[in-house]
């Protein structure tokens, strides 16, 4: 062979290394979640560096130099890691021994005060701590709550720290990161530990200036849930120099630990899931979640994707978690939040509203209902000039210049543009309509910084349409905008009309899956809390330190404070209890009124009744949680046994490897017997027997006798065993419930019905389980 040969083949090997390198180089990387076989360092012995150590060498022998960049390691709640490579180089994991699944990640978003008052927490939940011997303000105390979210504003005074002469010490790794906008001695013993994930962001999100490294809120969202948990008590409501009151979370005097994960431009599961995995090794008592996957997972089994599967590890730690159901209501099967282990919260509208008027001063004298919180008749009686004609004074028309903007589209034209519009030419004020082609708005009581109001309702625009043309002369039609700041408390509780709504899905399919969801309802709708002032997704909102705004993510934190009061006074209860006494002891009912609770439609100031697919087990009552009486118990081995593995799709080896938890070899049957505080059965053939067992956690034994309400429709028959029956103080008692189809079906109502079960006790212990059962025909 001679030389000029030679060097062609070592040229043609040369060219071919290189083409392989330049063709992993040009595949697009991604973030994958890649979920290991085996306990993580919460459940071991050993230390958490093995663990470290062992996913460094996985990918130092299965991936290809240079072609991938390792995130982080989970190896607190879950072993895993994640890792930002190709799709290639991702498959070759998949064959990796010990390695469960990979995962592509799917990127997280948000999901976005008068409720102490609305709860009588005060007088009644508060006042139960003081009797313990603590005063009202440590209503919390010694609680840590986990907040995942945009981070927090340290210089609010909702998160100012108070010494009082209760002290609890609390068990819990606090470290703060210090950075931009967050010095040292931001964690000053109310905020007790702050830290930023960013690795993740960094990969699939467009890295600007902007963006503050540090657990400093750029947005407002992670302050305002933060403080409707655990914010100071008593903090005064200032907004343009009008005081609206004071705020308070629910639990005041429990300390705040931040996670921020959720940057101006996104977030990344990836960093969700190290914020949980740091959390739950930190030691937080209650985790607060407002944000969250907004899908599904394409791929893999909704209750086994790498984000259930780390809350359900977290559930195993002993960590109290609390889930935003989603903002995709009120159509079916929206909700966001899926597995049992957590708690999926819908939000609902409280008493309070804000609202101003316009006034229509000729003709006979209407008043149109509309949004946007100004000082009274700051605007004045103004003119709507159209005309002009002989005589016409122009500086007449200057006693007052109001424009009549009429919104298009908001999808094209933000409310923030529209303001600086018409102060730009100069607009005294102005009115925001509707476009009937697009109907109804869903329109926010906002702060305007010039006098304005939004008419969110078609009817009430074309009156004011139809008074415009009537008046408009060269006088002008003229009106005046009301009051808009002072609230009225007259409204009746409803479902808000962007809850998420069930059944719950066993996959993008749509399947329902036996479980209810959301779990409870709570107020998340119009709440006034802290904010930070940079205000980066709301540029309305820039420079106030407190706003009302309406979301899943406000009613989330309720959950969590409401939770941290119950482990303040129920130290030993487990995560599932404090959720079965949140959900046993719900009501359907308005506190107020008693009216039962409606649901918002998709059509403004539309109702329909509710079910337990828009309000779970019903609205929380935070002094009955403190004292349900029986509570249904659930380990984390139930979660495996009696649900994973009873899934459809359910793959025992792919379940056994990632709980560490056996399935039966005999498993058959239903996911029914999972012990929660409600009933589901998607499809009832002929009959079923249902289990619960019930734990007696009062201090005396008590007799209680149950009642059916059965399921709507009239094709479902009920019987309970044993109908009534004593149970002794930490003892259980096993209660079944048969369900048979009986063949008098009202074909009208389709799909589900929905009873409930109702056991109560001779004196003032009344527990609910919500039934909803789809009988085949």
Not at 7 to 33: C, E, F, K, N
Not at 347 to 373: A, E, I, N, Q, W
């Amino acid at each position: 062979m001679d030389r000029r040969r030679i060097l062609v083949i070592h040229l043609y090997i040369l060219l071919s290394a290189l083409a392989m390198d330049s063709s992993i180089g040009s595949q697009r990387r991604a973030t994958y979640l890649v979920l290991m076989e085996g306990d993580s360092a919460a459940f071991l012995t050993s230390e958490s560096t093995a663990l470290i150590e062992s996913h460094d060498r996985i990918l130092e022998e299965s991936l290809q130099v240079g072609s991938y960049d390792k995130l982080y390691s989970f190896h607190h709640v879950i072993n895993g890691f994640a890792v930002h490579t190709t799709a290639s180089q991702a498959t070759r994991l998949e064959s990796v021994e010990g390695v469960v699944m990979v995962e592509k990640d799917r990127g997280v978003k948000l999901m976005t005060t008068y409720t102490p008052q609305f709860f009588h927490l005060p007088e009644k939940v508060w006042k139960q701590n003081e009797n313990a011997g603590f005063e009202i303000e440590n209503a919390g105390e010694g609680i840590v709550i986990g907040f995942i979210d945009t981070g927090i504003n340290p210089t609010h005074p909702s998160f100012a720290y108070y010494p009082t002469d209760v002290q609890t010490p609390i068990r819990f790794n606090a470290t703060c990161e210090d950075g931009p906008m967050f010095p040292v001695g931001s964690c000053n013993g109310k905020i007790v530990s702050a830290r930023h994930f960013w690795t993740g962001a960094t990969k699939i999100l467009p890295v600007k200036s902007s963006m503050v490294l540090s657990p400093f809120d750029q947005s407002g969202h992670g302050s305002h849930v933060a403080s409707i948990a655990a914010g100071n008590n008593g903090v005064p409501v200032i907004v343009d120099g009008f005081n609206y009151g004071s705020a308070s979370g629910m639990a005041p005097r429990a300390r705040i630990a931040v996670y921020k994960a959720i940057y101006p431009e996104g977030g990344s599961l990836a960093d969700v899931i190290s914020s949980i995995d740091q959390a739950v090794e930190d030691g937080v008592d209650v985790l607060s979640l407002s944000i969250g996957p907004d899908d599904a997972p394409e791929d893999t089994p909704i209750f086994m994707n790498i984000f259930e599967i780390s809350l359900l590890f977290a559930r195993r730690a002993g960590v109290f978690v609390a889930q935003a159901a989603g903002n995709k209501g009120p159509g079916r099967s929206t909700v966001v939040t899926y597995s049992p282990w957590s708690l999926g919260v819908a939000s609902s509208s409280t008493h309070r509203t804000y609202t101003t008027s316009l006034r229509l001063l000729l003709g006979d004298g209407s008043y149109l209902t509309g949004s946007g919180r100004l000082g009274f008749n700051r605007l004045g009686d103004c003119r709507m000039p159209t005309c002009r004609s002989n005589g016409a004074d122009d500086g007449q028309r200057e006693y007052c210049r109001l424009q009549l903007l009429n919104w298009i589209s908001h999808r094209k034209s933000t409310i923030l543009t529209l303001v600086n519009t018409a102060k730009a030419l100069g607009f005294m004020g102005f009115v925001l309509v509707s476009n009937p082609r697009f109907g109804d708005l869903a329109a926010e009581p906002l702060p305007f910084d010039i006098p304005g109001i939004i008419i969110p309702n078609v009817a009430d625009v074309k009156i004011l349409m139809d008074y415009y043309e009537k008046q408009s002369n060269c006088n002008g039609a003229v009106a005046s905008i009301l009051e808009g700041r002072v609230a009225s408390f007259d409204d009746q509780v409803a479902v808000s009309r962007f809850s998420s709504r069930g059944p719950d899905i066993l996959s993008r399919k749509l399947n329902p899956a036996d479980v209810l969801k959301p779990d409870i309802l709570a107020p998340g709708h119009d709440i006034c809390a802290a904010w930070s002032p940079m205000s980066i997704h709301e540029p309305l909102f820039k420079g106030h330190n407190f706003m009302l705004t309406s979301g899943t993510s406000m009613a989330a934190p309720h959950v969590s404070g409401i939770a941290a009061l119950i482990k303040q006074m129920r130290p030993t209860w487990t995560p599932s209890m404090i959720a079965s006494s949140m959900s046993t002891t719900a009501s359907n009912y308005d506190y107020k009124n008693g009216r039962p609770i409606m649901s918002q439609g998709f059509h403004l100031n539309t109702f329909y009744p509710s079910t337990p697919f828009d309000y779970g087990s019903g609205l929380i009552n935070p002094s009955k949680s403190l004292d349900p009486g029986l509570v249904l118990p659930v380990r984390f081995e139930d979660y495996v046994v009696s649900f994973l593995c009873y899934q459809p799709e359910a793959d025992p080896l792919r379940i056994h490897r990632t709980t560490g938890v056996p399935c039966s070899k005999n498993t058959v049957g239903k996911s029914t017997d999972l012990n929660l505080p409600s009933i589901t059965v998607c499809y009832l053939n002929e009959s079923l027997t249902v289990r619960r067992v019930l734990m007696n956690v009062a201090d005396v034994p008590e007799t209680y006798v149950t009642t059916v309400v059965p399921p709507t429709g009239g094709g479902v028959d009920v019987d309970i065993k044993p109908s009534s029956f004593t149970i002794y103080p930490q003892r259980c008692h096993v209660l079944q419930i048969i369900l048979r189809r009986n063949g008098n079906r009202n074909e009208t109502i389709k799909g589900f019905g929905f009873g409930e079960i109702i056991l109560t006790r001779s004196l003032d212990h009344i527990v609910r389980l919500p039934l909803s059962v789809m009988a085949l025909n």
